[in-house]
T-cell receptor, first 113, second 116 residues
Framework: EDKVVQSPLSLVVHEGDTVTLNCSYEVTNFRSLLWYKQEKKAPTFLFMLTSSGIEKKSGRLSSILDKKELFSILNITATQTGDSAVYLCAVAAGGTSYGKLTFGQGTILTVHP | DAGVIQSPRHEVTEMGQEVTLRCKPISGHDYLFWYRQTMMRGLELLIY????????DSGMPEDRFSAKMPNASFSTLKIQPSEPRDSAVYFC??????????????FGPGTRLTVL
């Protein structure tokens, strides 16, 4: 059974801090890893990383994938109160499970002014 | 373009009643997913469809849950009879084939279900 574990489960920081969120996984026939942000409503897509794209960056957010060690990190620099959300990591497998995502428990990030 | 549409947004019902949740995926998307989210268990996949055909329903908790997709623009998730432990937020998501981010799923706003 595919498994995704995120850490920490919650994190409280002040504006301007840099945070690192972790995601480790076990999946048969790995295809990609995705990060989503959820702010009291639907999850919204941040990044997708694959074997051919192991690092992504968008503004203050960046993510890397270590396919050998089976983990990914999401970095947020110069955090703002608007970054407060639950960050979800998910993995996608290929083969007969194509299209299916397995999500981790999420990391609750709270950014204080 | 309209995103994934779900209805109702909130549902409060009593134990034993039938509940039907509805979803309209983004036009042209080939995959539709039903998820349940709770504090204890996080976001769990219940069932998903490809071209209206159920592919994997191994996440459906028990026979009280059923899902249908009669056409490409509509799906339902039914719980009958409902129980208090079914209280959760139910999300519908859809995904196109051939998208650049090929595993990205687009989520609807969710239905918050409370069973008293």
């Amino acid at each position: 059974e595919d498994k995704v574990v995120q850490s920490p489960l919650s994190l409280v920081v002040h504006e301007g801090d840099t945070v690192t969120l972790n995601c480790s996984y076990e999946v048969t026939n790995f295809r990609s890893l995705l990060w989503y942000k959820q702010e009291k409503k639907a999850p919204t897509f941040l990044f997708m990383l694959t074997s051919s794209g192991i690092e992504k960056k968008s503004g203050r957010l960046s993510s890397i994938l270590d396919k050998k060690e089976l983990f990914s990190i999401l970095n947020i620099t110069a955090t703002q109160t608007g970054d407060s959300a639950v960050y979800l990591c998910a993995v996608a497998a290929g083969g007969t499970s194509y299209g299916k995502l397995t999500f981790g428990q999420g990391t609750i990030l709270t950014v204080h002014p | 373009d309209a995103g994934v549409i779900q209805s109702p947004r909130h549902e409060v019902t009593e134990m034993g009643q039938e509940v039907t949740l509805r979803c309209k995926p983004i036009s042209g998307h080939d995959y539709l997913f039903w998820y349940r989210q709770t504090m204890m268990r996080g976001l769990e996949l219940l069932i998903y469809f490809n071209n209206n055909v159920p592919i994997d329903d191994s996440g459906m908790p028990e026979d009280r849950f059923s899902a249908k997709m009669p056409n490409a623009s509509f799906s339902t998730l039914k719980i009958q009879p409902s129980e208090p432990r079914d209280s959760a937020v139910y999300f519908c998501a859809s995904k196109p084939e051939g998208h650049a981010n090929f595993n990205e799923q687009f989520f609807g706003p969710g239905t918050r279900l409370t069973v008293l």
